[in-house]
């Protein structure tokens, strides 16, 4: 049973910097694509960077520059490094994974089927809370 939990969120000021960590349990990590959506008040989810299945990673154009994925494989960690936070980066967090035999397309990770029911990303963590004021 594939398990993942974030942490790090937390209240920041404008400018300032966070480091999300998604920790995986249940399976063997570099078996997943994995990666990070939010979710900010009265929006819809949105993507914001994953490893795809050849360890190549992606990230959204809103928050590249700023937004840094990595992964620490031997812990079974997966990060978002943020820096220069603004008011409009303030959502809940949340963890994706899929087994790399079914890792999505990447177009597949930005459209709503990513994170709906039944849809392409079918491994989520409860999420992690980022506000920035």
């Known amino acids: 049973h594939v398990q993942l939990v974030e942490s790090g969120g937390g209240s920041v000021q404008v400018g300032g910097s966070l480091r999300l960590s998604c920790e995986a349990s249940g399976y063997k990590y570099n078996d997943y694509c994995m990666g990070w959506f939010r979710q900010g008040p009265g929006k819809e989810r949105e993507w914001v960077g994953h490893?795809?299945?050849?360890?190549?990673?992606s990230i959204a154009d809103p928050v590249k520059g700023r937004f840094t994925i990595s992964k620490d494989s031997a812990k079974n960690i997966l990060y978002l490094q943020m820096h220069s936070l603004k008011p409009e980066d303030t959502a809940m967090y949340y963890c994706?994974?899929?087994?790399?035999?079914?890792?999505?397309?990447?177009?597949?990770?930005?459209?709503?089927?990513?994170?709906?029911?039944?849809?392409?990303?079918?491994?989520w963590g409860q999420g992690t809370q980022v506000t920035v004021s």
């Open positions: 994706a994974a899929r087994s790399v035999g079914w890792c999505p397309l990447f177009e597949h990770w930005l459209g709503k089927r990513a994170y709906t029911p039944g849809g392409y990303l079918t491994n």
């Open positions: 490893f795809d299945s050849d360890g190549a990673s």
